[in-house]
């Protein structure tokens, strides 16, 4: 247990749905992170929110878009998605970006299939 | 950007055995933390350690920073250490977490 949940842990989806992602950090961190794992590739950082403001978009298309309402809590919303969007998606917490604040604990993941 | 580079990418032991990964990255650093990635996918955080040595049971982990590599000890391997170890590492002045590929270590009985 690393006081990052995510939910749902899978999700099957067709193209033309909309899903969205949550996660929830137990830590009092004030930074989130959205991550993308594909087989055989290394993680892929996504977004980086700050105190609820985005500070990183790391050329994401834009049939994701993040929303950050409070430090707690970070979602993924997913529309229009692909095939290759099919992957795990990992959320992330730190105290904040900087040097050894920078410590990030991440969730169990939500295991997304695009159909 | 960093480049985080990890080797072996695979490695096969029996119970028992030791090992050492090795992280090399090629910029000065000041976050580097090692993971273990088990079979449901969890990260779980073994070492952050962008400099120095630390110890946690079986597991040590030394990092270099001036020679720009870490390394990850496994001491007597047991069967729930197999997964993927992963190294990732940020510069300074930068929030973006760099990770490398992965070893991945399956540990027979």
């Known amino acids: 247990e690393t006081g990052v949940t995510q939910t749902p842990r899978h999700l099957v989806m067709g193209m033309t749905n909309k899903k969205s992602l949550k996660c929830e950090q137990h830590?009092?961190?004030?930074?989130m992170y959205w991550y993308k794992q594909s087989a055989k590739k290394p993680l892929e950082l996504m977004f980086v929110y700050s105190l609820e403001e985005r500070v990183e978009n790391n050329s994401v298309p834009s049939r994701f878009s993040p929303e950050c309402p409070n430090s707690s809590h970070l979602f993924l919303h997913l529309h229009t998605l692909q095939p290759e969007d099919s992957a795990l998606y990992l959320c992330?917490?730190?105290?904040?970006?900087?040097?050894?604040?920078?410590?990030?604990?991440f969730g169990p993941g939500t295991r997304l299939t695009v159909l | 950007g960093i480049q985080v580079e990890q080797s072996p990418p695979d490695l096969i032991l029996q119970e028992g055995a030791n090992s050492t990964l090795r992280c090399n990255f090629s910029?000065?650093?000041?976050?580097l933390q090692w993971f273990h990635q088990n079979p449901w996918g969890q990260l779980i955080n073994l070492f952050y350690?962008?400099?120095g040595t630390k110890q946690n049971g079986r597991l040590s982990a030394t990092t270099v920073a001036t020679e720009r590599y870490s390394l990850l000890y496994i001491s007597s391997s047991q069967t729930t250490d197999s997964g993927v170890y992963f190294c990732a590492a940020s510069r300074y002045n930068t929030d973006k977490l760099i990770f490398g590929t992965g070893t991945r270590l399956q540990v027979f009985p």
């Open positions: 350690i962008p400099s």
């Open positions: 992330a917490s730190s105290q904040d970006t900087q040097g050894w604040r920078n410590e990030q604990f």
């Open positions: 910029d000065s650093v000041n976050n």
């Open positions: 830590l009092g961190h004030n930074a």
